[in-house]
């Protein structure tokens, strides 16, 4: 349901609508905020566990009961879990594990609030004088239920649900008024700049049109016009005309939020009224990390709920929340930042966050989205990236070294469990040729044996008190995960058995194709815009990250020249593997003689960290006078700042680094400060026996396996690391590509559009080439 319900724009007419679940969230919780890990049902449990009390009801038993009502301008809707008239009986049903005495006060007193709620929406709507209110919890391992009744009188539930609605109304009508301004500030909004950046424009229709035909739009646009402002103005402009609810900016990477906000500020500026949040991982925002979530070890969440109220109304009066705002407002009230900036989601109008906040699989956003029925805008920045982070989201590893760990900390009934689990991982592996081996199916004794340590740990671990952390603990969260992606397993994932050196190894089911679970996510937007200066081909996303058939494209025509960066294939050298130790000397002395032509600062990248340290020690031995620096593996921040800075204006040197590192996007030095690019691979994944796989299951799927798992992901890198060199319109520089393969029309066809492609020997400067024929072309 809409949290708070309000016209497109001038006063509020119309009721302000909000389902019985948030109007109880806000008015009827109290007490600690305590969310230390208790197992509970998944949803697939919670929904089989209403059903089956359901079904245990007599004929005249209604499900899903749909109800409405009005307490002076609020309008309240939900659904009674069940009804039953001839007894004048409605029931609210809960699913948990474990024992009924463990649940927390403050749960309870949730529960009894919504199905109050329901009792006197059912009074209201029969003339009912009374009605027996009944909590119905269901223990989803044995499927008994315990019930909990009251038979409460009309005019009882009626004052409890004029005193939640009370205490609701005075914020709900100060939103409503903020709504209704933003509507009328957001209709008149002004574009932030005198005018439109070259391909600025273009990108902003696009993305306006998608949003009111709620399509998705999939778009390639260069660096260095405005894509943040492009995505964000059209979606607030159109605010009213759209419906929207919400706009989520999604993430890959701190420094891309840090970006939109500033961004917001800008568009901010003609709509006072347009409040923005800034969700940050909780590792970030905890204030007592290593402490549990409860009020007994934690003063943020002591009385968490009884001081929120006031925390909730000073960020109201914030237009930005970020991070440093929201830990001022929290520490000021004495309330926990992280589930404040929580419980803000919902009372905000655009939200800046990682990706994992609405295309995880326990995501806050779309869990909300679902829940509250909002019409949502989503935007996802360097959408490229979006493949391997939802790759990494549905996939699960189980770790032998954690298990044993596991079984020597674990109380005799579970270490039996966790040894079963042991044999049968032992038998998967005792028949195992080499260090890996990859399989379409999950062995059946080891999945059962899953299946059964995972029910009984959760048993255990409910009986007692919530848990702290330790290696029973994390192993019992992989292993639920690993077979909640198990109940899912298809043709996208494969099962997988990995070898260490000392025979422990790892157990994995990895997700290669993320789109069934992503196409949900796409479903429940308005329009989801997927955009990036490096996500082409279009089919290829749009196949493996599930965009729905319909989908917009647009493909920004680039403001740069051809004349801004000369791109020069080397013919004569090669970067396969074979051919490394042979043409290096010619690489090294390739990239001496354009640095000798035109000082600079210069970027050399390389497959490997291997093979960029064979060729940083070549070219220092042969060019000592050069001044270089280069990336090492596992590089800290504070070295990956001091590498960046080296590049100032002026300068002169040569950075050594990995392509698809940290330094072949994401870094932005306009100028002088960059003047070239040497690119000594095609970024081809490694053919190995994981990539096969994967291979192998691209053609089943798509029928185009080596360009989905090798050349499309490589070329992706390449053409990145080269938009290290041109970013504004301004800008001059050169590429090399140094490998004969670039050559090729299969991958010249691949390379920007704008790129006009010479090509030369490494050891001489060839003048300039024809431009390449249209068939050459994208």
Known sequence: MHTVSVPSAGPSVAAMTVSVRTLCAFAAKAGDLDIRFVPAPSALEGMAGHRLVQARRGPGYQKEVALTSRCDSLQVRGRADGFDADKGRVEEIKTFRGELEAMRSNHRALHW??????????????????????????????????VLEARCTREALRADFEALCARFMGWAKQEDTRRAVLAAQLDTLAFPHAGFRAGQRELAQGVYRAASAQRCLIAQAPTGIGKTVATLYPLLRGWSTHQTDKIFYLTAKTPGRAVALQALDLIGAGAAALRVLELTARDKACEYPGRACSGETCPLARGFYDRLAAARHTAATARRLDRARLREIALAHSVCPYYLAQEMVRWSDVVVADYNYYFDSSALLFALTQQEEWRVAVLVDEAHNLLERARGMYSATLDERLLATAQQAAPGPIRRVLAAVQREWQGVQNAQQCTYEARDAIPERFHRSLEAAVSAIAEHLAAGPPPAQGPLLHIFFDMLHFARMAESFGLHSVFESSLGAEQEGTLSLRNLVPSPFLKGRFAGSITTVCFSATIAPFGFYRDVLGLPDGSAELDVVSPFRADQLHVRVALDLSTRFADRAHSLHALTALIG??????????????????????????????????????????????????????????????????????????????????????????????????????????????????????????????????????????????????????????????????????????????????????????
């Open 593 to 778: 003689s354009q640095f000798r032509e035109q000082p600079g600062n210069y970027l050399a990248f390389f497959s490997s960290f291997a093979y960029l340290e064979q060729a940083h020690t070549v070219f220092r031995r042969h060019h000592p006078d050069v001044a270089t620096w280069a990336q090492s593996s596992g590089m800290p921040e504070a070295e990956r700042e001091t590498f960046a800075a080296r590049f100032v204006a002026g300068g002169q040197g040569i950075g050594f680094a990995v392509l698809g590192g940290a330094f072949g996007e994401g870094l932005d030095l306009p100028g002088d400060r960059l003047i070239g690019a040497f690119i000594a691979s095609l970024g081809l994944p490694e053919h190995d026996a994981m990539n096969e796989v994967m291979r192998a299951r691209m053609e089943v799927l798509f029928g185009t396996g080596y360009d989905y798992t090798y050349l499309f992901p490589g070329l992706r890198k390449v053409v990145q690391a080269a938009g290290r060199v041109i970013r504004t319109e301004q800008d001059a520089g050169v590429v090399y590509l140094m490998d004969d393969r670039f050559a090729r029309p299969e991958i010249r066809r691949l390379l920007p559009s704008w790129w006009r492609v010479e090509t030369a020997l490494s050891g001489t400067r060839s003048p300039p080439l024809p431009s390449p024929s249209p068939s050459l072309s994208t």
């Open 113 to 146: 609030a919504q199905a109050r709620c329901y009792g006197w929406m059912l009074c209201e709507r029969g003339s009912l004088a009374s009605i027996t209110v009944a909590l119905v919890y269901l223990e989803i391992a044995t499927g008994e239920e315990t």
